[in-house]
């Protein structure tokens, strides 16, 4: 602008020509440009805008690009400026177009002023690029933002709903980070198949929580959980039991999870919770701590097959309110590797045939502060005396015609004879005894009256 000019100047008229942008200087927010019928040339020339700040960078903005048409103003006082753009008329060819450019189908072959611009109704805003990414706001109140059909935004004030499309997710916080994405997409005669997806949830302790040389403290991963989708350095321990520290062998080795929920502390350095599911139904999990669970009500467990439990060197303990345990089953095996110990003040069974057998070696009877009895392929020894009490039912014919045969040492019996209180013959009423000696041992025979 000329500082010397007269009023009567400045008030003259202005000059507006049709011009195209040949360059753009992003660095200072100017363009050259070319009028289209004068051919003059306008240098290094602002382009206005709705509104900005004359001193910091508030207001609306935007670069022109190099092609665009405009009307350039050259003010009686000298100075120019960029007024404002236009299209030129085009035939569209008989095709529509979407936002982004693509072809949405076929048309009448028309001329007009709209280009690739949206249809717009009366109210409407939008801000858009050559490259289809956009900002709308819709009269009704809608507002949508995005860069293409699968990577967009809408606000809807209707029930105040916030929808989402994406093809790939990513939110990253310095709290934690999520991340919704496939794997490559891979076509076949044309046909897309088989596309895996992986869910990742990662959260931190603390926002000071050091996750570059370790894990996140919570991390979860849905999908298909292999070697195909995971990345094998980072996220082997979301692997199916792939760090199981015992092997089972009814856990196949070739299970492919579908969600796993891994803790990570970082003052041990360690994972401390695994929990993990198959897509078949198989569950895994590896907790490092303990297990405390509390139940108002009842558990029922269904188990097809087996239940199998290894414990380490502590024990199985079951406390119940009234001090009661009690188990009903069909069949009960109970199998010691190396040996089995029971212990309790009184042992009481109600069975109706017992058979114990001691395979490779005898079965001993020590009762408390008594000789022991044992019972061996040798036969049978008594350290002390034996007292049948109450009556003994015939139940056998093994010898004399029925009764139950006790065999036991003929020296350990005749003391026990001699320093018994009562008489043999006739000492308990309606019974009788009958001594039958053999070479090595005395049978004696209990019979009923």
């Not at 000059?15 to 009028?35: F, G, L, M, W």
């Not at 529509?96 to 805003?125: C, I, M, W």
Request: hydrophobic share 40%; net charge negative; charged share 20%.
């Amino acid at each position: 602008m000329t500082d010397s000019i007269t009023t009567t100047q400045a008030l003259g008229a202005a000059t507006i020509e049709r011009a195209e942008i040949t360059d753009v200087y992003p660095e200072s927010y100017t363009v050259d440009a070319v009028a289209i019928a004068s051919q003059r040339l306008f240098l290094d020339i602002p382009f206005a805008t709705p509104f900005c700040n004359p001193e910091h960078g508030g207001g609306y903005h935007m670069i022109p690009e190099v092609g665009a048409v405009c009307y350039v103003v050259t003010a009686a006082d000298g100075s120019q400026f960029i007024l404002g753009f236009a299209l030129e008329e085009v035939t569209t060819g008989g095709l529509t177009y979407d936002l982004e450019g693509r072809v949405t189908g076929d048309a009448a072959a028309t001329q007009s002023r709209k280009g690739f611009r949206p249809t717009l109704r009366p109210g409407d805003t939008v801000l858009a690029t050559s490259d289809g990414s956009s900002v709308a706001l819709y009269k009704g109140g809608v507002v949508r933002i995005g860069a293409t059909g699968l990577s967009q935004r809408l606000y809807v004030p209707v029930e105040g709903i916030v929808r989402d499309y994406w093809n790939r997710y990513e939110a990253i916080s310095p709290l934690g980070e999520i991340v919704w994405e496939h794997a490559e997409v891979h076509e076949t005669d044309g046909e897309v198949k088989d596309t895996a997806v992986l869910v990742s949830y990662s959260f931190k302790e603390s926002a000071q929580e050091d996750v570059t040389a370790g894990r996140h403290t919570v991390e979860l991963r849905y999908g298909r959980l292999d070697n195909q989708t995971l990345d094998p350095e980072k996220d082997e321990e979301h692997i199916f039991a792939a760090e199981k520290s015992v092997e089972n062998p009814d856990l196949a080795d070739d299970l492919v999870g579908v969600l796993s929920c891994v803790i990570y502390s970082h003052a041990a350095e360690a994972t401390t919770y695994q929990f993990q599911i198959s897509r078949d139904g198989s569950v895994f999990g590896a907790v490092a701590g303990d297990i405390h669970l509390e139940l108002g009500g009842t558990v029922f467990l269904s188990i097809a097959e087996k239940m199998r439990a290894e414990f380490g060197t502590s024990y199985l303990q079951a406390i119940t309110a009234t001090g009661e345990f009690k188990a009903y089953v069909e069949m009960l095996v109970l199998q010691a590797v190396q040996s089995l110990h029971i212990e309790a003040p009184i042992l009481t069974s109600n069975i109706g045939n017992v058979q114990v057998g001691a395979a490779g070696g005898a079965l001993t009877i020590q009762p408390a502060g008594a000789p022991p009895i044992t019972i061996g392929s040798a036969g049978t020894s008594f350290g002390g005396t034996v007292d049948v009490i109450g009556s003994v039912t015939a139940a056998s014919a093994a010898i004399g015609g029925g009764g139950n045969l006790v065999v036991v040492d003929k020296n350990d019996l005749l003391r026990a004879i001699r320093s018994h209180t009562h008489p043999v013959a006739g000492a308990v009423a309606g019974t009788s005894a009958e001594l039958l000696a053999v070479e090595t041992a005395v049978a004696v025979k209990l019979s009923a009256q």
